[in-house]
Nanobody, 115 residues
């Protein structure tokens, strides 16, 4: 059973940092690219960052480039998102998933950036 469990969200002031983690199970993690997505209030889910199966290639949405860093640990079946210099517009629920499928969505983790 494919499962994604996101954690690490919270309330942070503008300019602060958070580190999100996603634990994955139910498929051969090391063979798939992974992505983080966000869904703001009343908005569609959108792509934030992606990483190739071996971690050698990463891509970012323009809005988070140079602030967020995606990484993965294929030995632990986890993917992380280091978020720095957070802005109020980063407020959203964050999810991880395989971009090739985008199904079996987890609960996500809420990130709120506010003073």
């Amino acid at each position: 059973q494919v499962q994604f469990v996101e954690s690490g969200g919270g309330l942070v002031q503008p300019g602060g940092s958070l580190r999100l983690s996603c634990a994955v199970s139910g498929f051969s993690f090391r063979t798939y690219a992974m992505s983080w997505y966000l869904q703001g209030p009343g908005k569609e889910r959108e792509l934030v960052a992606s990483i190739s199966s071996d971690g050698g290639i990463t891509n970012y949405a323009d809005s988070v480039k140079d602030r967020f860093t995606i990484s993965r640990d294929n030995a632990k079946n986890t993917v992380t998102l280091q978020m720095n210099s957070l802005k109020p517009e980063d407020t959203a629920v964050y999810y991880c998933n395989r971009p090739a499928f985008r199904d079996n969505w987890g609960q996500g983790t809420q990130v709120t950036v506010s003073s």
